[in-house]
């Protein structure tokens, strides 16, 4: 059984993430020169990007009119997305003070379900979509299946310019995600 609210969420009902080790490799690594479409109509160079940027991926952000697949919060990990795009919301200006250019949230849902969500939980960031999974892909990045779908498991990437600064993974709860990225930047 599915919790029923999208935003508030008994995380202490929810099985946490263990770290398998599928992300050990990114820290250090650089992105690579992939372009990924955007909510807002234009298209992202990953590996072109400068100064600091926050990458946030998830495996997927549930619609009011829409039921979750079933199950969805026994998945440890998947359930939390929309906490989670709040909260790098709520702390977007923050992120900026502590000098981040660019901040995207990154799934393999279509462009088209992303604006949906960017809309309704007016994100001041752009959410990026992977639905080919090239980036997934060229990064080795973990991943999940569920009811035939092949999701990115939540993880967040902080970059210096292409190179890949700090990897947060795994990422429990999802509302403090942000939180947690905006406390390393400021000891940077």
């Known amino acids: ?21 599928a992300a050990a490799h990114l ?8 372009t990924l479409p955007v909510t807002d109509g234009a298209e992202v160079a990953l ?3 400068n100064g600091w940027s926050v990458l946030f991926f998830y495996p997927m952000t ?3 009119d829409v039921a979750l697949p079933d199950g969805w919060d026994q998945i440890p990990g998947a359930r939390g997305c929309t906490p989670q795009s709040c909260a790098f919301r709520d702390l977007s200006r923050d992120l900026a003070d502590c000098g981040v250019s660019a901040l995207y949230g990154i799934s393999t849902q279509t462009t088209a379900d ?15 979509s992977d639905s080919d999974l090239t980036l997934a892909g060229a990064l080795s990045l973990p991943t999940l299946q569920v009811e035939g779908m092949v ?24 509302d403090r995600s942000a939180g947690d990225v ?7």
């Open 1 to 21: 059984m599915n919790q029923p609210n999208l935003q508030t969420v008994d995380w202490s009902a929810i099985p946490a993430p263990e770290d398998d080790g």
């Open 27 to 34: 820290a250090g690594a650089r992105m690579p020169d992939i």
């Open 47 to 49: 590996g072109r990007l």
């Open 62 to 64: 549930g619609r009011p």
């Open 114 to 128: 992303q604006r949906e969500a960017a809309e309704r939980l007016h994100l001041p960031f752009p959410l990026l």
């Open 151 to 174: 999701l990115i498991k939540r993880l967040t990437l902080i970059l210096r310019d292409d190179r890949i600064e700090k990897v947060f993974y795994p990422v429990f709860p999802p």
């Open 182 to 188: 905006l406390a390393y930047l400021r000891a940077q």
